[in-house]
């Protein structure tokens, strides 16, 4: 709850409590190690951006009251990073003390080529695209 995963305690009960330890590495490494207005950057399962649910608290972008962006997605598609692992990865960027905006700029890698996309939230009404 102190990263803003769970908001609240009740979260953590009946099947809520799934939340990928990525999440809890980046926004830790975020709030507590990561100086004003710096850029980080990490190795992610995309599940963090597309699967819904046990994320919704990440996508909030806010870890102890500061607020932080995602800037940038590399996704690797069904290149295979791991051996044995198939779970879809990418690289992704975050900028703290940023205020998320949309579309974010996706590059996605498909045939041994990278081609550049775009990412907005689906169902979220207050999104407005620029």
């Known amino acids: 709850m102190e990263y803003g995963l769970a908001p609240r305690p009740r979260d953590l009960l009946l099947g809520r409590s799934r939340i990928d330890i990525a999440a809890l590495v980046i926004a830790k490494s975020i709030g ?13 399962p995309l599940s963090l951006f597309l699967n819904d649910g046990a994320h919704d608290g990440f996508r909030r972008f806010r870890v102890k009251g500061t607020a932080f ?7 690797f598609g069904s290149t295979p990073v791991f051996a044995g692992v198939s ?12 205020v998320q905006s949309y579309p974010v700029p996706v590059h996605v890698l498909s045939g041994g080529t990278w081609s550049q996309q775009s990412a907005l939230p689906l169902f979220v009404p207050d999104v407005i695209e620029d």
Do not use: K, V, W
């Open 32 to 44: 507590d190690h990561l100086r004003p207005g710096g850029s980080a950057y990490f190795f992610i």
């Open 87 to 98: 779970t879809r990865y990418g690289a992704a960027s975050f900028r703290r003390d940023a």
């Open 69 to 75: 962006a995602l800037t940038e997605l590399y996704d």
